[in-house]
């Protein structure tokens, strides 16, 4: 998993996770945090595991790691996070010497992850992992929460 870590340690990724849990130090909702990053890594590998999936460790690692990397710029300029996340990626997995193929998938899904339009396997399990990720049965501020009743996790899943 040394991609994965180089991934955590590029300056560009830092820089952005760091602008990130600035501006939500004080969000009520959910956080976009590396523990939910970690989070969605670990429930996609566990689906990919069961369902035997034709997807590596480590690029489910490093898809979840970026997903939402992008959450800084929509709150600085209106960007999507989908869209700023993707160029960020792009330009940290170019910068690391991922293949174009993994760059591909990883991007598409990152693009994907918001309302499941990657329909490949990497594409489903993060969005899968992204949206189950998320303990709402136990949330102080779920009454308030925008998601829709039917998006809400209010039983404890994986």
Not at 41 to 48: D, S
Not at 87 to 113: K, P, T
Not at 119 to 136: E, F, H, I, M, W
């Amino acid at each position: 998993m040394d991609r994965v870590n180089q991934i955590w340690n590029h300056p560009l990724y830092q820089n952005e996770l760091n602008k990130l849990q600035l501006l939500e130090t004080d969000r009520e909702f959910c956080r976009h945090t590396p523990e939910h990053f970690l989070d969605v890594a670990r429930l996609a590998y566990i689906r990919a595991l069961e369902e035997n999936a034709p997807v590596s460790k480590e690029l489910i690692y490093c898809t979840a790691l970026l997903h939402d990397i992008g959450r800084a710029r929509q709150y600085e300029d209106g960007t999507p996070h989908d869209e700023a996340g993707a160029a960020i990626a792009g330009q940290i997995l170019n910068e690391l010497g991922f293949s174009m193929e993994e760059m591909e998938a990883i991007l598409a899904a990152i693009r994907g992850h918001r309302a499941q339009t990657d329909p490949t396997v990497l594409g489903k399990l993060l969005y899968t992992a992204d949206k189950s990720s998320r303990n709402c049965f136990s949330c102080k501020a779920e009454p308030e929460c925008y998601w829709s009743p039917a998006k809400k996790n209010m039983t404890i899943q994986y």
